[in-house]
């Protein structure tokens, strides 16, 4: 599975981004998949995952209320709508897909990783 997250930039606090993961090969609809984040300085941590159907989400208490999951299996293809941005959202986003079909926040629960895509949220 090859990963491609796109839709990353600058936007002022308050603004929204949807940032789009497409995936490659036949078997995404199975896969699990999630976002994580890492800041400047910062160790990589969870925002956010989606089970293999859309069923279940799961989202870092920072993000809840603000950030939304969804998958489109059609397009294989996954996004998170980020509203209220705030200057702390600001680091750079990647996306991940777990063989294991049920949402995790579990790192290494994940077995492919995009390229990560920079988000800059400025006050």
């Known amino acids: 599975v090859q990963l491609q997250a796109s839709g990353g930039g600058l936007v002022q606090a308050g603004g929204s981004l949807r940032l789009s993961c497409a995936a490659s090969?036949?078997?995404?609809?199975?896969?699990?998949m999630g976002w994580f984040r890492q800041a400047p300085g910062k160790e990589r941590e969870f925002v956010a995952t989606?089970?293999?159907?859309?069923?279940?989400?799961y989202y870092t208490d920072s993000v809840k209320g603000r950030f939304t999951i969804s998958r489109d299996s059609d397009k294989n293809t996954v996004y998170l709508q980020m509203n209220s941005l705030e200057p702390e959202d600001t680091a750079v986003y990647y996306c991940a897909a777990a063989r294991n079909s049920l949402a995790t926040s579990v790192t290494s629960a994940y077995n492919y990783w995009g390229q990560g895509t920079q988000v800059t949220v400025s006050s």
């Open positions: 989606i089970n293999w159907n859309g069923g279940t989400t």
């Open positions: 090969g036949r078997t995404f609809s199975s896969y699990a």
